[in-house]
């Protein structure tokens, strides 16, 4: 005799066994065939009922169009016709209930029937709880309709959102503000208590809910006034769930979707996400051909908070096979231009992050042997506006010019120049002016341009000391005699040094004309300097300016020692 164990792991066997009645019925549903008895079924299904009644034969070959649930949930109907109470778990209630309507096992055809007892094991066992409603709620995807149709799915919904709304937390901890640490800015999430105990299924996450389902959910959540940064925090959980590429390199399915879904859903509020984790999903959106509009989502949300940014998270490579460039520059690009446009803080502290941002990001660009000129000079352009605007100096430009001009070595001396625009001598540092008015790389009007500011500088510095020292009284002389006479020393000694540098740029150039003139090749000359006439000669009219200037100088501090001695 079969034990129960049995019936229950072989269908087949349970139904063939003990279902021996003459007016036994033969179907064939969801690929199996099934012999019942004919009085049961019409006893508990009206439906069945309807189509029994005037049946002879013993074949029912009348096809269920449209069926709903499975071949389990069917076999759980079955069985309750045959006397048996159906194993309800939060996996199989939904397409219970459906196929219970289907087969119109209600109240009102027989009494205690199936599709009272799921309803109320719906209503009692699964919606009081989290994880069981989210586990319901995933199955309704493929029987929507009829979940619609019954309230199954505003059921959920409804005791869902209200746990939403009373703990938050059960869509997963939101992402903290990023702090710099040893190691770079820190985004793990608050550890305060997990999603889900270590015995609860992953199947019971939002995040392996379908699209459908989840964009539902999320909305509903939204509307009704979840915390936003709950539902950010669930949302990007989502959208690295399913916007990724498997182990075979090909996208999951939907990605594209699923990402412009995300991007719509996403609260407004600044800082509900992490800017580096915006980045992310950015990319993301630009690895799988989002809509503009999603990508431009994206960008505008990255600017309200892109003083939090890293250089890193710029660094957004390009897309196709046709990219002439490593990283995308027209992306960085439109989100600076929208974070100055829309900047409206009395606070300079965010431009200057940002101004400082721009200039690393420069210097890893200018590295790309691929960048043109002209979108290196553009972005250029917006950083020293802002730069001179905040800080009031220019020196984080330059270095990503040097490298640039290192790396493409092959320009012309008008293209450097070009590249060199950006430059105003006058409001970098002396540091960097020194380093200037030494770099090879530079075109010769710019170097010549640092020697001359230099020493329009250091001039002013003079003119200064001296005031101060006849205006001052004879007490402030004699205490201030020692530091004056080392800052002469140091004044001298550095004229000194830009005396020899002009006459040695002096001599190269009269080298240069010589030689030139000995070989008749003018031309080359004005390729060498880039130069046309009027520029070559303004450079020898400023270096004499400039040996003058010096000469000047140390007559100054000459007598101003033979005064103070």
Same mark, same amino acid.
């Given at each position: 005799m079969a034990t129960q164990e049995n019936i229950n792991k072989d269908s087949s066997y349970w139904y063939n066994k003990f279902t021996t009645s003459p007016s036994d019925v033969r179907f064939r549903i969801h690929g199996k065939h099934y012999r019942l008895d004919k009085k049961l079924l019409i006893e508990k299904s009206r439906k069945f009922a309807m189509l029994l009644k005037d049946h002879k034969n013993e074949e029912l070959a009348v096809p269920f169009k449209n069926i709903p649930g499975d071949s389990t949930a069917f076999e759980l109907a079955m069985k309750f016709c045959q006397g048996y109470e159906p194993n309800l778990t939060a996996v199989n209630i939904v397409p219970v209930i459906c196929l219970a309507f289907y087969l119109e096992m209600?109240?009102?055809?027989?009494?205690? =029937?199936?599709l009272d007892k799921a309803f109320n094991f719906f209503h009692l066992k699964i919606l009081p709880h989290w994880n069981e409603s989210v586990e319901a709620f995933q199955t309704m995807e493929h029987h929507f309709? #009829?979940? !619609? +149709?019954?309230?199954?799915?505003? *059921?959920?919904?409804?005791? &869902? &959102?209200?746990?939403?709304?009373? =703990? $938050?937390?059960?869509?997963?901890? $939101?992402?903290?503000?990023?702090?710099?640490?040893?190691?770079?800015?820190?985004?793990? $999430? !608050?550890?305060?208590?997990?999603? #889900?105990? *270590? =015995?609860?299924?992953? *199947?019971?996450?939002?995040?392996?809910?379908?699209?459908?389902?989840?964009?539902?959910?999320?909305?509903?959540m939204i509307q009704n006034g979840v915390q936003p940064e709950y539902v950010a925090a669930s949302l990007f959980r989502y959208a690295e769930a399913w916007a990724t590429v498997n182990?075979?390199?090909?996208?999951?399915?939907? *990605?594209?979707?699923? !990402?412009?879904?995300?991007?719509k859903l996403l609260p407004d509020e600044k800082i509900v996400l992490p800017c580096k984790l915006l980045f992310e999903m950015l990319r993301t959106a630009i690895f799988f051909h989002a809509s503009p509009s999603c990508r431009y989502g994206f960008e505008m949300r990255i600017r309200k908070q892109l003083n939090e940014a890293v250089v890193e998270d710029l660094l957004t490579p390009s897309q196709g096979y046709a990219a002439e460039v490593q990283f995308d520059i027209d992306c960085?690009? +439109? !989100?600076?231009?929208? #974070?100055y446009a829309k900047y409206t803080s009395s606070e300079t502290s965010g431009l200057i992050k940002v101004a400082e941002?721009?200039?690393?990001?420069?210097?890893k660009l200018a590295d790309d042997v691929n960048l043109t000129k002209d979108s290196f000079i553009s972005l250029c352009a917006i950083s020293v506006a802002t730069t001179i605007e905040t800080k009031g100096y220019s020196d984080g430009v330059y270095p990503a010019i040097d490298i640039y001009l290192d790396r493409h070595n092959y320009l012309t001396e008008s293209e450097k120049e070009e590249v060199c625009q950006v430059l105003d001598c006058s409001r970098m540092s002396e540091e960097a002016r020194i380093h200037a008015s030494q770099n090879s790389r530079l075109p010769l009007?710019?170097?010549v341009q640092a020697l001359f500011v230099g020493q329009l500088h250091l001039r002013d510095v003079i003119t200064t000391r001296v005031d101060n020292s006849d205006n001052g009284s004879r007490k402030e002389e004699i205490i201030g005699s020692e530091a004056s006479e080392d800052a002469r020393i140091e004044m001298d000694n550095r004229v000194i040094e830009l005396e020899n540098e002009c006459d040695r740029m002096k001599r190269q150039i009269e080298e240069g004309v010589v030689k030139e003139k000995k070989n008749s090749k003018w031309k080359a000359l004005k390729r060498k300097f880039g130069c046309m006439n009027d520029t070559f000669v303004l450079g020898i009219a400023m270096l004499h300016e400039l040996g003058a200037v010096?000469?000047?100088?140390?007559?100054?501090?000459?007598?101003?020692?033979?005064?103070?001695?």
């Open positions: 209600t109240k009102e055809h027989c009494q205690g =029937n199936l309709e #009829f979940a !619609i +149709r019954l309230g199954l799915v505003d *059921s959920c919904l409804e005791s &869902l &959102l209200s746990k939403a709304r009373d =703990n $938050p937390r059960l869509l997963g901890e $939101p992402f903290k503000k990023p702090t710099l640490s040893d190691t770079g800015a820190d985004y793990r $999430p !608050i550890v305060r208590k997990k999603l #889900f105990s *270590s =015995n609860q299924q992953a *199947s019971e996450a939002l995040t392996l809910l379908s699209l459908r389902l989840y964009e539902l959910i999320v909305s509903n182990i075979t390199g090909e996208a999951v399915v939907d *990605s594209k979707e699923v !990402i412009e879904t995300v991007e960085v690009k +439109r !989100i600076l231009q929208n #974070f941002l721009i200039e690393d990001y420069l210097a009007r710019v170097v010096s000469a000047r100088k140390v007559a100054q501090i000459q007598a101003d020692t033979v005064t103070g001695s």
